[in-house]
């Protein structure tokens, strides 16, 4: 969840049940569809038991995801809600925890890139 290069590895796990629409809005200048995600962390975890503890001890059990996408199915605008539990006893004070709140915004869908290899010395 907080890897951006993994950003989507949740939408996977997604089935109908899991989205609902928010409605219509601009991120922009791009009309777009809001819909709300509850990602299921059994899913995400993909049956891996130790995970799954792990990460409803440290997110609890509900991650809300809000998505934007375009009338090409592009993702224009990513929201993730969560709190944050630290799960290291904290001297018998209870965990401590923080909200996060994730917005990533996509353009330039197809922009044609240059990209060059750094030289071999540089790696």
Same mark, same amino acid.
């Given at each position: ?8 590895a949740y939408t996977k796990s997604l089935s *109908?049940? &899991?989205?609902?629409?928010?409605? *219509? ?20 975890? *993909?049956?891996?038991?130790?995970? *799954?503890?792990?990460? /409803?001890?440290? @997110?609890?059990?509900?991650? %809300?995801?809000?998505?934007?996408? !375009?009338? !090409?199915? @592009? ?5 993730? /809600?969560?709190?944050?539990? &630290? ?17 990533? !915004? +996509?353009?330039? +869908? ?7 290899? %750094? ?5």
């Amino acid at each position: 969840m907080s890897d951006p290069a993994n950003s989507f590895a949740y939408t996977k796990s997604l089935s *109908e049940k &899991d989205v609902r629409k928010v409605g *219509e809005e601009t991120v922009h200048g791009v009309s777009t569809t809001h819909y709300r995600v509850d990602v299921d962390l059994s899913k995400l975890a *993909e049956g891996d038991s130790a995970q *799954e503890r792990e990460l /409803r001890a440290q @997110l609890g059990d509900d991650v %809300p995801v809000d998505l934007w996408i !375009d009338e !090409d199915g @592009l993702t224009r605008r990513q929201q993730i /809600r969560m709190t944050v539990k &630290d799960t290291a006893q904290t001297g018998g004070t209870g965990a401590r925890q923080a909200q996060a709140k994730v917005v990533m !915004d +996509f353009s330039g +869908f197809g922009t044609d890139v240059e990209v060059a290899a %750094p030289p071999a010395t540089a790696t």
